[in-house]
């Protein structure tokens, strides 16, 4: 079957760094991509990987290595804002998203 | 900046009653697709739809779903027969394209509450 497996729940300080760490095994890879989503709220695009390597983008940067089925997001200088959850989603052999449950990420002053 | 919309943002239903969901995607993207996520829950793929027919479609698409495309902007999602636990978030999304790494833009989604 194909899985998705992310952290439930962290919890970080403001003005810290945070590395949100997804594994996946599913049919095929086609890419992976981290959303954003505010609770009650639609998914956001945040980054995409489909080579292995560091991908920056302001204060977040997502890191992929397909060898481990391995992702993680680095979110830096956080702020109260970046309370939410943190979706990683893998686009199967049939181009098909296949989505982690989430990590919702908790910022604390 | 352009954006996919939907409406209802909210439905309430009874049991057993049909439902449309309006999706009006981005202009100028050719792929269209809905997820749910049941609350608290993960987000699970439904249907994506391409020059007006089905691509691919989950286990959960059963014979209670049906996807249209009625004139040139709306999507429509419709459940036939509604059940209790179809009571969710329904999000629309639509791309440019549909391989490696196009992004898909979300809606807002409808929550949809079945009694």
Redo the contacts between chains.
């Keep these: 079957g194909q899985n998705i497996d992310q952290p439930t729940e962290m919890t970080a300080t403001e003005g810290a760094i945070v590395q949100i760490n997804c594994t996946y095994q599913t049919s095929g890879f086609n890419g992976l991509f981290w959303y954003q989503q505010h609770a009650g709220e639609a998914p956001t695009f945040l980054s995409y990987n489909v080579l292995d390597g560091l991908e920056e983008k302001g204060r977040f940067s997502s890191f992929l290595s397909r060898s481990k089925g391995y992702s993680y997001l680095l979110l830096k200088e956080l702020q109260m804002k970046d309370s939410a959850s943190y979706l990683c989603a893998v686009k199967d052999s049939n181009y098909q998203l296949i989505w982690g449950a989430g990590t919702k990420l908790i910022i604390k002053p | 900046e352009p954006e996919v919309t939907q409406t209802p943002s909210h439905q309430v239903t009874q049991m057993g009653q049909e439902v449309i969901l309006r999706c009006v995607p981005i202009s100028n993207h050719l792929y269209f697709y809905w997820y749910r996520q049941i609350l608290g829950?993960?987000?699970?793929?439904l249907v994506?739809f391409y020059n007006n027919e089905i691509s691919?479609k989950?286990e959960i698409f059963d014979d209670q779903f049906s996807v249209e495309r009625p004139d040139g902007s709306n999507f429509t999602l419709k459940i036939r027969s509604t059940k209790l636990e179809d009571s969710a978030m329904y999000?629309c999304a639509s791309s440019e394209g549909?391989?490696?790494?196009n992004?898909?833009?979300?809606?807002?989604?409808t929550r949809l509450t079945v009694l």
Excluded: A, I, L, W
């Excluded at chain 2, 549909?98 to 790494?101: I, P």
């Excluded at chain 2, 992004?103 to 989604?109: A, K, M, V």
């Design positions: 829950q993960k987000v699970e793929f994506s691919e989950s999000f549909y391989r490696v790494g992004e898909q833009f979300f809606g807002p989604g």
